[in-house]
């Protein structure tokens, strides 16, 4: 049997294994010595797709990149940088957006595999819902680069940020825009991003670190927006008709945040202040207008890039960290004329 017939015959046993295992049904009843036959022949195919998936000298590297979604200027940006970094590094990138279907991004990932890439970068739909990607991968020998959102699982690399610290940052803008540490009063409105996002957790966790220790601020939330603004603004829509007292919006990226300050403001609630996570330039803007409080850095162009060039060693064989934190910086109504570029869509963190 050749060898690529090898690779791609372990990757589809991978994921028709894991796809019967988490559809809740039995599988099949197989004899021991075929059973031991299939498990034999599959490792020995892994064996032989890690040594494959190494470039052989000369050969144009393929990195894989499975994006999350592609709905929100975020993740483009992502992509955008991740091209850019790779066509001046001579390397072939292919990407595959997944639409917020973990399904999708599976198949995506096991078409990827087949097609010969040595690498791959992953932004989760989900931190669970991806383990046939990682496993896929692990039996073809392909290391896993993730960034922006985590997973729970084995990866080789991952490039973020500390969520949490962002969400805690801009939280303490609140509190001091409310009326300071021990004298803060109002109530916020914070817009939920995804599920099960460990993305979305940190940041809820942060600004609830900042603002629950105020008695006198009180928090409303969302249900779950996507980090989507028409999802968002839909939502405020809905929790403005109980809550008409609102005083601050939260959003878990500024595109959420910017959609819920609209709402607000289209219905007459002037009154109201945004702030968000991401560093958006719209966000920026509306700071030096005096409707946004804060948002924290979250360059997303700088995420693309570190993610293919972390990507890059490892398909050149050479060591990386297992964490890379890009770092984040606060914007607020004291530096936002010093952030501010019409010329690109977030703020742009300097190396």
Do not use: W
């Amino acid at each position: 049997m050749s060898k690529k017939i090898l690779v791609v015959f372990a990757v589809i046993l991978t994921v028709a294994m894991l796809a019967v295992g988490c559809s809740g049904q039995p599988a099949a009843s197989t004899s021991p010595s075929a059973e031991a036959s299939a498990s034999v022949e599959a490792s020995a195919a892994a064996s032989e797709s890690a040594e494959a998936s190494k470039p052989a000298s000369g050969d144009k590297i393929k990195i894989g990149f499975s994006q999350a979604t592609m709905a929100g200027p975020f993740y483009v940006s992502e992509v955008d940088a991740a091209k850019a970094a790779a066509e001046a590094a001579g390397v072939e990138l292919v990407v595959a957006d997944a639409n917020e279907d973990v399904a999708k991004q599976n198949q995506d990932v096991l078409d990827m595999i087949q097609s010969g890439i040595q690498v791959l970068i992953l932004n989760a739909v989900d931190p669970d819902g991806v383990a046939p990607s990682l496993e896929a991968c692990k039996n073809a020998g392909i290391p896993i680069v993730t960034e922006d959102r985590f997973v729970n699982g084995d990866v080789d690399c991952v490039v973020g940020r500390d969520n949490q610290e962002m969400g805690k940052l801009v939280g303490e803008q609140i509190v001091e825009a409310l009326g300071g540490k021990g004298q803060a009063k109002g109530k916020v409105l914070e817009v939920m991003g995804s599920g099960g996002d460990r993305v979305q957790e940190a940041r809820s966790a942060g600004f609830h670190e900042a603002v629950d220790a105020e008695p006198g601020i009180t928090v409303v939330q969302t249900p779950y927006c996507d980090y989507d603004r028409s999802k968002a603004a839909t939502a405020t829509q809905d929790m403005i008709q109980s809550n008409p007292d609102i005083d601050v919006v939260y959003g878990h990226n500024d595109d959420m945040g910017l959609g819920a300050l609209g709402v607000c403001l289209d219905n007459g609630m002037d009154n109201v202040l945004g702030s968000g996570v991401d560093g958006l330039m719209e966000a920026v803007q509306s700071i030096i207008d005096g409707k946004y409080i804060a948002t924290a850095a979250n360059d997303p162009q700088k995420m693309g890039q570190v993610a293919l060039e972390q990507a890059l060693k490892i398909a050149k064989g050479e060591t990386v960290e297992a964490n890379v934190d890009c770092g984040t910086v606060l914007v607020n109504k004291d530096n936002a004329n010093d952030y501010y570029d019409d010329s690109i869509m977030f703020v742009h963190q300097a190396d």
